[in-house]
């Protein structure tokens, strides 16, 4: 099956870039999803098809994809970011076949 | 805009099949476009995609599970469900039920709640 990676933890100072990257094999070939989850909260699609938004979604948020690495980037950053972030892709080498990123947990300094 | 509601149990013992159900409100569960799914959550670590089906019973599994999950649709109720038979305590987790598109993008998420497995 297909294996996403992310690095375990981003931290970044209130107002600057955070970058959150995802790997994966030849992942431009997939379309990427990312979601965002505070503690104790269901997750919420902040990125579909690798970049774009869904209404509501701030344009702070925006997102690429190009050969094995997938990058949600946030920029002027807020304190309210402070959440896990998770990609997401189809691997449809597996009939609908959904795989999830380990997540990583993005600190506001 | 939907919303899915889910029903069950939050405690049961090793061996048992875990049954839950999801309820989806302000529209219809045939309408078309969209596939319900569940996903888990074990207490501190990420996000596992159980399985998902389509209004017309298409059921799509993760190969890790295959072997120990149904799910069904009742359209006249406007439910899915999950069955995770034999369960052990590698099973405890937050349980989603949701909805997406074929891609897999998740717009609607129920409420997650905990289920135990626990003698």
């Known amino acids: 099956s297909f294996v996403l990676t992310q690095p375990p933890s981003v931290s970044v100072a209130p107002g600057q870039t955070a970058k959150i990257t995802c790997g994966g094999n030849?992942?431009?070939?997939?379309?990427v999803h990312w979601y965002q989850q505070k503690p104790g909260q269901a997750p919420v699609l902040v990125l579909y098809?690798?970049?774009d938004r869904p209404s509501g979604i701030p344009e702070r948020f925006s997102g690429s994809n190009s050969g094995n690495t997938a990058t949600l980037t946030i920029t002027r950053v807020e304190a309210g970011d402070e959440a896990d972030y998770y990609c997401q892709v189809w691997d449809n080498t597996s009939d609908h076949f959904y795989v999830f990123g380990p997540g990583t947990k993005v600190t506001v300094l | 805009q939907l919303q899915l509601q889910k029903s069950g149990p939050g405690l049961l013992k090793p061996s048992e099949t875990l049954s839950l159900t999801c309820t989806v409100s302000g529209g219809s569960i045939s309408s078309g476009g969209y596939y319900w799914g569940w996903i888990r959550q074990p207490p501190g670590k990420g996000l596992e995609w159980i399985g998902s089906?389509?209004?017309?019973?298409?059921?799509y599994y993760n190969p890790s599970l295959k072997s120990r999950v149904t799910i069904s649709i009742d359209t006249s109720s406007n439910q899915f469900s999950l069955n995770l038979g034999s369960v052990s305590a590698a099973d405890t987790a937050v349980f989603y039920c949701a909805g997406h598109l074929g891609n897999g993008a998740v717009d609607y998420w129920g409420q997650g709640t905990l289920v135990t497995v626990s003698s």
């Open positions: 030849n992942i431009e070939s997939k379309g």
């Open positions: 098809d690798d970049g």
């Open positions: 089906i389509y209004y017309s019973g298409s059921t």
